[in-house]
């Protein structure tokens, strides 16, 4: 999996890098193609390091940013609403948003019966 990952104020580590590749080798997992994956790795002033990644999908982006003490802490979050995103659309079809459409259409003689019982 070729992931692009770039660092700030930070040298990406062959450890870092092949972190960030197994949590996007991991979204393989739900067969949607991810296109133009990328993950920037910054330290912040503040001693936290932040972890921000784009990726892009049929119909879509997927943008996700973490910031942790940790870094591999900031990955994992990183990676969970990647997650989180990527599920929603995957199962975005599956979805029942317009559940009234699929109500049973009743027919006049069954109607008649619903007012003849009130």
């Known amino acids: 999996m070729q992931v692009e990952v770039t660092g700030k104020n930070i040298d990406v580590t062959p450890a870092i890098r092949e972190r960030i590749e197994e949590k996007f080798s991991k979204l393989e997992r739900f067969q949607v193609p991810l296109i ?19 990726a892009g999908i049929p119909g879509g982006n997927l943008v996700a940013s973490s910031e942790q003490e ?3 802490a900031a990955i994992k979050d990183m990676y969970q609403k990647l ?11 599956e979805a029942r948003r317009a559940s009234h459409s699929q109500k049973p259409v009743l027919t006049e003689a069954e109607m008649a019966e619903e007012d003849f019982e009130a």
Do not use: D
Not at 39 to 46: G, K, M, W
Not at 83 to 93: G, I, M, N, T, V
């Open 70 to 72: 940790n870094m591999y």
């Open 83 to 93: 997650e989180r995103q990527l599920s929603k659309q995957s199962h975005k079809s």
């Open 36 to 54: 133009g994956k990328h993950a920037v790795i910054s330290q912040e002033p503040n001693r936290h390091f932040k972890v921000e990644a784009t």
